[in-house]
């Protein structure tokens, strides 16, 4: 089963505000991969999932809506481009 999160890929500084603002992208996870997730540390929003290979990263969404997300299999709609053609 697989879901769609968002990605923590970067970080970029606002003009406007002066915050620094996280940067996302869009992501396919196979949930039969993943070894467990957590809230992020130092209260930044957000969490982290581990694969059973080790590897990690950050997601912009909550550890409740990532359970969630688990529990169903509910891979939320996103514009991915075209398909290839078969031409």
């Known amino acids: 089963m697989f879901i769609t999160l968002s990605m923590i890929d970067g970080q970029r500084h606002d003009e406007d505000t002066g915050n620094d603002v996280e940067t996302t992208k869009i992501c396919v996870v196979n949930t039969g991969t993943i070894r467990c997730f957590y809230a992020r540390r130092d209260n930044r929003p957000g969490t982290r999932i581990t694969f059973n290979d080790g590897g990690g990263?950050?997601?912009?969404?909550?550890p409740e809506a990532?359970?969630?997300?688990?529990?169903?299999?509910?891979?939320r709609s996103f514009p991915l481009g075209r398909p290839a053609?078969?031409?």
């Open 57 to 62: 990263f950050a997601v912009s969404e909550t």
């Open 66 to 75: 990532v359970a969630a997300l688990v529990a169903t299999g509910d891979v």
């Open 85 to 87: 053609s078969e031409s």
